[in-house]
């Protein structure tokens, strides 16, 4: 089992930073993939970056250059800097787990490949 828990949204003006923390813990989340995703209203919810057991790492193109993941193995916590946030950061943003155990990196970005979710943290960037 895996449980994750996120801190550390809030809000921001457009151009400036936030750094979200994931909380991981359980008997066998490690060796699995981990994730963030974000959930604007109205919209779907979209893969931000995966991370391998490897720290292997995959950024959709829309955050590429300004957001970065940090895993702390000691910590057990995988952080997402933001940075340069614009409007369309705006979300709620869930860290997640692959439903792979163990397996090697797989490269995905797709909600249904995760079967463990934190409850969301939210991120809102104003004008």
């Known amino acids: 089992q895996v449980q994750l828990v996120e801190s550390g949204g809030g809000s921001v003006q457009a151009g400036g930073s936030l750094r979200l923390s994931c909380a991981a813990s359980g008997s066998d989340y490690r060796g699995r993939c981990l994730a963030w995703f974000r959930q604007a209203p109205g919209k779907e919810r979209e893969g931000v970056v995966n991370?391998?057991?490897?720290?292997?790492?995959l950024y959709a193109d829309s955050v590429k250059g300004r957001f970065r993941v940090f895993q702390d193995d000691r910590k057990n916590t995988l952080d997402l800097q933001m940075n340069n946030l614009n409007l369309e950061d705006t979300a709620m943003y869930f860290c997640?787990?692959?439903?792979?155990?163990?397996?090697?990196?797989?490269?995905?970005?797709?909600?249904?490949?995760?079967?463990?979710w934190g409850q969301g943290t939210q991120v809102i960037v104003s004008s």
């Open positions: 991370v391998g057991s490897g720290k292997e790492t």
């Open positions: 997640a787990a692959d439903t792979n155990f163990p397996g090697n990196w797989r490269p995905s970005l797709s909600p249904s490949d995760y079967g463990y």
